[in-house]
């Protein structure tokens, strides 16, 4: 779901993830604080009971979404002291990532991605940990990770010109685009 017009506060799920908050819908939010008002409000939304938050811990001040929450929440992060972590990220020469995956300070697998970039490693450790909760086995999980090559126009190949690789992404935001270059 997006945040974009408060959409996503229509929904009331009982899984929510965060991956970033950012300054961005501008032409709606009024600032930083607004927007970071709206991601409280949707994980507000999340029951006592049987809900969980999986929320990047690497987002700044992150606990100020999660002050106050009834629901289980779960931390994810390419540092240290996360619910899920990774660690010994290495690329192959496609920029494939490969990590060990850390769950509170155990490694737990070695995982392999079919997709590009350190912005997908981080994007990995949310897909795990939901899968993990939910009781998909280790090697599904693992599975799945390496047989999702992306969806279109996410740092799609399209071919070569004149000694050029042609790659289209729809990144449109500039934390988007410096992870699309770096890739």
Sequence with gaps: ACEYTNSFLSF??????ILNIEEDHL???????????????????????NGILIINAEI??????????????????LGEGYDYSAANITFDE?????FDLIKKGETIA???LGVTGRHNVSNALPA???????NIPMPAIKQGLLT???????FEYKGECHG????????????????????
């Design 12 to 17: 009331y799920p009982r899984v929510g993830i």
């Design 27 to 49: 032409d709606f939010f009024k600032d930083i604080k607004d927007i970071r008002h709206s991601f409280h409000e949707f994980a507000k939304r999340l029951p006592a009971e």
């Design 60 to 77: 700044p001040d992150y606990r100020e979404i999660t002050d106050g929450l009834s629901c289980r929440v779960v931390t994810y992060g």
């Design 94 to 98: 496609f920029a494939r990532g490969s």
């Design 110 to 112: 070695r995982i392999g």
């Design 128 to 134: 795990i940990a939901i899968s993990d909760i939910m």
């Design 148 to 154: 999702f090559t992306g969806t279109d126009r996410r």
């Design 164 to 183: 050029f690789a042609i790659v289209d992404d729809y990144a449109h935001h500039p934390t988007e685009i410096r992870a699309t270059l770096k890739t």
